[in-house]
């Protein structure tokens, strides 16, 4: 249920220049539900997913979480040039 743990520690910019496939903020919202229907489990209740398949009109990057104390998912925006062990893309498998 969390991001995957080999992506942590990169920048939106790196899995780019990586040419890595990641989940947009729109397949994680939707994995986020599917999720829930099938498990009755939120995705990232540790972690945070960067949506590094998406950027907003100033180049930033979607993340996403489960906020077990507001109780519900929590979409915001970070630089994409940042990194962190808590913030993690998810491989696209095609």
């Given at each position: 249920q969390?991001?995957?743990?080999?992506?942590?520690?990169?920048?939106a910019?790196?899995?780019?220049?990586?040419?890595?496939?990641?989940?947009?903020?729109?397949?994680?919202?939707?994995?986020?539900?599917?999720?829930?229907?099938?498990?009755?489990r939120h995705?990232?209740?540790?972690?945070?997913?960067?949506?590094?398949?998406?950027?907003?009109?100033?180049?930033?990057?979607?993340?996403?979480?489960?906020?077990?104390?507001?109780?519900?998912?929590?979409?915001?925006?970070?630089?994409?040039?940042?990194?962190?062990?808590s913030?993690?893309?998810?491989?696209?498998?095609?």
């Amino acid at each position: 249920q969390e991001a995957d743990e080999e992506l942590k520690n990169l920048s939106a910019n790196q899995i780019k220049e990586r040419g890595l496939t990641t989940e947009t903020l729109t397949e994680r919202e939707l994995h986020g539900l599917m999720c829930w229907s099938e498990t009755k489990r939120h995705l990232d209740t540790d972690n945070i997913t960067r949506c590094s398949g998406s950027r907003d009109q100033d180049g930033r990057v979607p993340r996403v979480y489960w906020s077990g104390l507001d109780g519900e998912v929590d979409v915001g925006y970070y630089n994409s040039g940042g990194s962190s062990s808590s913030l993690r893309s998810r491989a696209v498998v095609s």
